[in-house]
């Protein structure tokens, strides 16, 4: 079945060659409403320490005034404060959450527990004028975005105008610039028996979902609501993995969020580990088709072969390999010669 299908998946997800340097990313985020979104970050960190991406920038999707200052902060602990960031404004859940107070905690010595600059996401340029500024200068067709939280910022961008970063509209410059939109978002299969529901990312600004499903003009790889439910993170791993520190921003996140035993599925990590490492055979692809965004939220993936939608697959093997390449990745130390 793979073998049919792989002219079809090289069509319609473009690979990065072995040569070809790494994955240029744009990680877009809903940090501060579930945990997953810190372990995402905390892979793209292992990813880049080990050369496989290099992380261009973050935008969240999250509309309070912590959540970029926590981007910020663990940014800066895995040595790279410099990536930067962009907020939604006018956004979905303007609540403060769980743990996004970490980035207001003191350490013992009276300055932050986790170093950042960024204090307040009132201070941050606004998502959409920095995705139009960074898209601007990459190279055409050479970049990847992973988004795991609503679909706000993507759906504004390919609406945007023409601005001093480029003279192209925002679908445009998506087009030329961008070779893969890999998402978390919507559900292709049941879960323990439901087979019809409207997934948080998709119905938290169903608006923006539909918009961003019916025009957005590269390749999507979709990953539902079904592939990380069904690959949690090791409680074990959050109890021990990272305590080559103190304390570590991303297992004070977890333990913030839902004590361990709690075993957290992982489902924004999927679609970072796809868009970077798409044919390491950690998850298999639908055949293609076009997605279709229901009135409640609802996600439909229709059989086209021309079709530019796919979405992941985990058999129960593959959960099993991630789940241990999730543990082994997310819970790396930061590479000490950081800069590179």
């Known amino acids: 079945m793979l073998t049919t299908l792989l002219p079809l998946i090289l069509m319609t997800a473009p690979q990065t060659p072995a040569d070809a340097g790494p994955v240029r990313l744009i990680f877009d985020t809903d940090l501060g409403n579930d945990v997953d979104d810190a372990l995402a970050l905390g892979l793209i960190h292992a990813l880049q320490s080990r050369g496989k991406c290099e992380l261009l920038a973050v935008t969240v999707t999250k509309d309070h005034e ?82 795991v939280g609503f679909s706000t910022n993507l759906a504004r961008l390919i609406e945007s105008a023409p ?32 087979e019809r529901f409207g997934e948080y990312n998709v119905v938290e600004d169903l608006d923006a979902a539909r918009s961003l499903v019916q025009g957005w003009p590269t390749p999507i790889v979709f990953s539902g609501f079904e592939v990380g439910n069904a690959i949690t993170y090791p409680a074990a791993s959050i109890e021990r993995d990272f305590s080559y520190v103190d304390r570590h921003p991303i297992a004070e996140a977890y333990q913030g969020y839902e004590p361990t035993p709690h075993e957290r599925p992982t489902w924004d990590l999927t679609s970072v580990l796809y868009g970077v490492e798409p044919d390491r055979g950690y998850f298999d692809l639908s055949p293609p088709g076009r997605v279709v965004v229901d009135d409640d939220g609802h996600t439909r993936h229709l059989a086209d072969p021309e079709g530019p939608h796919r979405y992941l697959i985990a058999s129960a093997s593959q959960v099993v390999r991630v789940r241990e390449a999730f543990a082994q990745l997310v819970s790396q130390p930061p590479d000490a010669r950081e800069g590179r």
């Open 163 to 194: 601005d001093d970063a480029s003279p192209l509209s925002g679908r445009e410059l998506v087009s030329k610039k961008v070779r893969l939109l890999s998402i978390m978002a919507g559900a292709f299969a049941p879960v323990d028996g439901q």
């Open 66 to 147: 912590l959540a970029a200052p926590l981007v910020d902060a663990i940014n800066h602990f895995y040595g790279r404060g410099s990536i930067p960031i962009g907020v939604v404004r006018d956004g979905a859940t303007p609540d403060q959450g769980k743990f996004l107070g970490l980035a207001t905690e003191m350490g013992p010595g009276g300055g932050p527990r986790y170093p950042h600059d960024l204090r307040s996401g009132n201070d941050a340029p606004e998502a959409v004028t920095l995705l139009r500024r960074v898209l601007a200068g990459q190279p055409d067709g050479s970049v990847v975005i992973a988004q």
